[in-house]
């Protein structure tokens, strides 16, 4: 079985197309690079597939794990193990991130029918994966990603995906602002994090991300279309051509 | 965004939780208002000729008084010849322990998750439970009395403590005060009195806990602290009142006396009956709460976080009298559904040095208005007195309301007063974060919501604060166990 499977996906946002047609399959262990110019639809890609209400999804399936996910609310997708590391991670004034993961993590287990994690046993947790995205040990006591700097945003995220362990990670543009060493750091970790098990899919502009994750698929997303699909090498191909060949080869 | 919008409507649309009705007898007196009746109020309650003189003059005055019109409120008209003034459970005899009480109303404090055992055995709180108008147990007497402090009912002072109620009745809140504090003044039913000697710490939280119970029955509490020379009390007024069709009256007064370098915390959690989710039935909360900081270097604080009541105007005040006296508000005002609130305060700056601060969140959903009302004055002799307030409103969805209405006067050149103002909507990026880490819109909300009371929360009392941030969740959703 399939763990993801979107069948000729369309959606729009604010009135507007942006996906026409997405098909695209993963499997366990694989890890698929989503490329593609600005405004092709890489963005809408993932939130349609997380569940945010503001993309309305118009036509076509997805199914994860073989059960029909356009069917779930957003925080049921969630616990079934689908995560997004956001682009832009939003500030929550006032919310420790201590209380903020521990109530996430617990909903997790709930979701699975296990008892919630004593105090002692989340810290301890806490500990361990803030080790793995050397993730400042302050930074857990302040309110969720307030004042952070990007580059701490960024690795907070990591960290969360590190405590939720989803079957499917969704990284949107996770490199960008991030300068060589946490882009080192960053990637570390999601490689730490793989596992036969799982998958990722990560949406990004630029090659130096996959020299430290390596996809075993890269797709081209343009004008809300996967219009062709390869192995890393093409990748370095987008990077030293540019776009302007696939839409050569697209006829436009 | 208009998935959203309905989302919220339909997490904070749920139903009062606290709706219950205790069945106890209760002695009470005809309908209606006239001076016969504060004469039978005083007889009932065997007061002396000098408590009686003060009902009457107070219900002499509220007759020449008209209700304030200038809150942001749209009240119903009052018949006040359609309300009981008077009712108290039947049994007035003292208990020894809690096996002569009424079990029935036991288990209506277990309900509410007061078990008086408990919270005598584990919390180190003396309780003053007050059910509807007279106190029916208090405990933890004995051991406040080693200290000299007293702590009982209103109409226990008003017999044994005569001097100090004469003293200090009406000085912080005068009879003639407002509307509703004549009327509390000429009808109050009983309330707490509390006596903080010279030099003494009060070792446990005091409190009171409230509650409106039979049916068309006005309650008219009335509260007054002492804290005399160099002592220390906090005070906690926690409130849940049952489910009611009709519109309940309550118009408390709160009088607090800091002397020199005396402090008061006084801290609230209000939780009375809101209506249901179409605006019908819920309390009318007019209450007048004033402290004074007399003496020098002395010090009150207003805590309050209000999520229940149909319509509340009320603006805890301080007069800051002696130099170097503190005085601070922070307050959490929720409003849901067709609830209406017009709340805040007054500081006034007198003495010299004096310095007050103001921090005030306003929440609002449904189809609720939410006003803050401050009033900051700055009197002539006041040398460098110093005023913050920072006034916050959160609107949750599209069809609430929030006001600000902000006064300064001041008349003193050293002084320094600083006002900041925000407003936001809850953001629907921020609830999309909680979903996609498992957290439901429920609890996304409930813990953005608490998130942004925090501030105010922190100075509340352990045990209180933990109430109130589960207050705060269930008037915003009402599906929490």
């Known amino acids: 079985m399939n763990m993801l499977k979107i069948t000729d996906l369309y959606a729009k946002v604010e009135g507007k197309d942006i996906l026409k047609g997405i098909n695209l399959t993963v499997n366990q262990g694989e890890i698929h690079a989503i490329m593609g110019p600005n405004g092709s639809g890489k963005s809408t890609l993932a939130n349609v597939l997380v569940g945010n209400t503001n993309f309305e999804v118009t036509h076509g399936t997805v199914t994860f794990n073989g059960k029909d996910l356009l069917a779930m609310s957003a925080d049921v997708r969630a616990k079934e193990g689908l995560f997004l590391s956001f682009q832009y991670p939003v500030e929550i004034p006032g919310v420790s991130m201590v209380n903020f993961l521990k109530t996430a993590v617990n909903e997790h287990r709930k979701y699975r029918n296990q008892p919630p994690l004593s105090a002692g046993d989340f810290l301890k947790l806490m500990r361990e994966k803030k080790a793995m995205v050397h993730l400042d040990s302050q930074l857990t006591n302040r309110s969720v990603n307030e004042g952070f700097s990007g580059g701490e945003k960024k690795k907070n995220e990591i960290f969360q995906m590190a405590m939720l362990e989803p079957t499917l990670a969704i990284l949107d543009e996770t490199d960008s602002g991030l300068d060589i060493d946490a882009l080192r750091i960053v990637s570390n970790g999601v490689n730490l994090l793989k596992t036969p098990n799982n998958a990722t899919i990560l949406i990004t502009h630029y090659q130096r991300l996959l020299d430290y994750i390596v996809p075993d698929f890269v797709h081209v997303l343009y004008e809300g279309r996967i219009v062709k699909s390869a192995g890393k090498e093409l990748a370095l191909e987008l990077e030293e051509k540019g776009y302007d060949w696939i839409k050569k080869e697209l006829g436009e | ?481």
């Open chain 2, 1 to 481: 965004m208009e998935d959203q919008n309905k989302l919220l409507h339909e997490v904070t649309g749920r139903d009062y939780r606290f709706g219950f009705v205790t069945d106890i007898e209760t002695d009470t007196i005809v309908k209606g208002l006239n001076e016969q009746v504060v004469r039978i109020i005083s007889a009932k309650k065997d007061e002396p000729e000098w408590m009686l003189e003060f009902r009457l003059k107070s219900y002499r005055r509220w007759l020449t008084m008209k209700m304030p019109d200038w809150a942001q409120l749209k009240i119903p008209e009052i018949n006040y010849q359609d309300i009981i003034f008077y009712a108290a459970p039947k049994e007035q005899a003292k208990y020894e322990s809690l096996n002569e009480v009424d079990p029935e109303l036991l288990r209506t404090f277990e309900k509410l998750g007061i078990p008086l055992e408990e919270q005598k055995m584990l919390s180190g709180v003396a309780v003053d439970a007050v059910i509807d108008s007279v106190s029916v147990k208090t405990t933890f007497k004995e051991t406040l009395a080693e200290r000299g402090i007293i702590f009982c009912s209103f109409s226990e002072a008003v017999k044994h403590h005569p001097d100090l109620i004469q003293q200090y009745l009406g000085m912080a809140v005068p009879y003639n005060d407002n509307y509703f504090a004549a009327l509390n003044s000429a009808v109050f039913s009983d309330g707490s009195f509390v006596y903080i000697p010279k030099g003494t710490r009060c070792p446990m939280e005091l409190s009171t806990y409230f509650r409106i119970n039979a049916q068309n029955t006005g309650q008219f509490e009335r509260t007054l602290i002492i804290a005399d020379d160099d002592s220390y009390v906090s005070y906690l007024e926690g409130c849940t009142a049952p489910m009611r069709d009709e519109n309940q009256l309550h118009a408390a007064v709160v009088e607090i006396i800091a002397l020199d370098r005396a402090e008061v915390k006084y801290s609230t959690v209000q939780n009375w009956y809101p209506g249901d989710k179409n605006g019908k039935g819920g309390i009318f909360n007019f209450v007048t709460k004033r402290g004074i900081c007399k003496g020098i270097s002395s010090k009150i604080l207003w805590n309050q976080v209000e999520t229940g009541s149909a319509i509340t105007w009320k603006y805890p005040s301080c007069i800051l009298i002696g130099d170097n006296s503190i005085a601070e508000f922070n307050s959490v005002a929720l409003t849901n559904n067709y609830q209406q609130a017009d709340t805040g305060t007054k500081m006034i700056h007198i003495g010299k040095n004096t310095k007050s601060s103001i921090v005030s969140k306003g929440i609002s959903a449904g189809h609720s208005s939410n006003s803050y009302r401050g009033l900051v004055r700055v009197a002539p002799k006041a040398e460098n007195s110093r005023n913050y307030s920072q006034c916050d409103s959160l609107l949750l969805g599209d069809t609430c309301g929030a006001h600000t209405f902000p006064y300064i006067e001041v008349a003193n050149s050293s002084s320094v007063i600083e006002h900041e103002a925000t407003t936001s909507k809850i953001g629907e990026d921020q609830i999309f974060y909680c979903n996609q880490r498992g957290i439901s819109t429920e609890d996304a909300i409930g813990m953005i919501v608490n998130g942004y009371a925090r501030e105010v929360i922190n100075k509340l009392p352990m045990e209180f604060a933990v109430e109130a941030q589960k207050l705060l969740q269930i008037s915003l959703e009402g599906s929490v166990g």
